[in-house]
């Protein structure tokens, strides 16, 4: 029961997250040391240069760029990336209605040297969420099902309440205390939790079903600023053919 | 030859990376998960409402609040954390001429549990500037000394180009390759580096002496907006008794 953000021996496991300002979102690179196979998830349009520039320095083949869900507040770098770096494939979940190279499903692997992540369906946010986790359990990519102490919103993009809770439940939830949640975005500062605490602290999933339904059907939010470039864009890898 | 920034078993040892906005400034917590003895490194005081809840939630004993030097551009929440937190001490170098229940000076330990961290002077961004070194190497936290792919400023607070060269290459860059980099601040959504990714591209620092010195004494910055108050409040803890 440690709670320590780098408490697993991950030999040859090479972990980076990013940081992009303007929409909070976190970007993550993982990569074997050994065969410099490299993924990485949720990469944004405006801190592409960074990202491809650290590839470079760190000498790694970035073979998968992942997004966990067809975003609505940032464009994806995923396409330009594509066009930057041969071989590069682009993954999706086949529910987000987006174009990619790999469509994901349920248990479906995303591989890179002899590490690899699950993909696990967490519809909510969006039908197409997916959560990625490590295969030794001991961190979780969960976009924008899960947010440290907060969850993503429900109330565009086919977003349902229900589907967020029961996903949170019955697939983050039933991951081991401590179990790194890594999430796609974060406004207060935070840069991981853990499942434990996140079960213990969340103050909205904490709640109970129908508790949750209400909160998230109050919350009166803004459309995002970036919605009606974002969600056509990211709709083919972020590469907006007009 | 690990770039992995959760590389390192450290049975027992949690770690947190915590961000302040407004400043940029990064915030560390670590603790030793059987004890719950825990310490913080460079809290701000915007956030310790959020710090101080996340040790609460967390069930840590907060024994010292320690920072890496008199800050300029952020007020510290350590004085203030001691009025909330019974038994907390502060720490800092005895070079930054600030008052603290603990001088350090090199190589004075500070244990927390089974763990501990050693400070290493670093003067250069000020006289007072330390780098605490976990036990076994893996992780630095070099305040403003080193900053991913760049360096403090060494124009005020008694700054000094060359002292802060020397203090890179003497006392940071000779530590371990992938002993992780953990700095006060970052502006480009950085959240790690190694020590051998530094050596290696770091921008300024992998210039000639001369060369540092003739960049670093051109690069025409603002003052920081919040000097004038934050180093007189943070000569005392943060806590200007005014
Ligand atoms: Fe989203
Ligand atoms: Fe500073």
Redo the contacts between chains.
């Keep these: 029961?440690?709670?320590?953000?780098?408490?697993?021996?991950?030999?040859?496991?090479?972990?980076?997250?990013?940081?992009?300002?303007e929409s909070s979102t976190y970007t993550y690179l993982l990569a074997d040391?050994e065969t410099k196979d490299a993924i990485i998830i949720d990469p944004v349009l405006e801190?592409i240069d960074?990202d491809l520039k650290l590839i470079h320095?760190?000498g790694l083949n970035l073979k998968v760029a992942v997004n966990t869900h067809c975003h609505a507040d940032h464009i994806t770098s995923t396409g330009l990336m594509k066009k930057r770096l041969v071989g590069l494939k682009s993954a999706i979940s086949k529910f987000s209605g987006a174009s990619a190279d790999i469509h994901l499903a349920e248990g479906d692997k995303i591989t890179f040297g002899k590490h690899y992540l699950t993909a696990i369906e967490t519809p909510g946010h969006t039908d197409g969420c997916m959560t990625l986790v490590s295969g030794d359990q001991?961190m979780a990519f969960t976009g924008d099902t899960l947010l440290i102490r907060g969850c993503g919103r429900t109330d565009f993009q086919q977003g349902c309440p229900k589907k967020l809770y029961n996903s949170v439940h019955q697939k983050i939830f039933t991951l081991p205390d401590q179990c790194l949640v890594y999430p796609a975005h974060d406004y207060?500062?935070?840069?991981?939790s853990t499942v434990g605490?996140e079960r213990?602290?969340n103050p909205r999933l904490t709640k109970s079903p129908e508790e949750f339904v209400n909160i998230m059907n109050n919350l009166n939010l803004k459309k995002p600023a970036k919605i009606d470039i974002s969600v056509p864009a990211n709709l083919v890898c972020g590469i907006h053919e007009v």
């Design positions: 029961r440690s709670y320590c953000s780098r408490m697993a021996l991950h030999k040859g496991l090479l972990f980076r997250q990013l940081f992009e300002t040391t801190t960074r320095q760190l001991s207060l500062g935070w840069t991981a605490e213990k602290f």
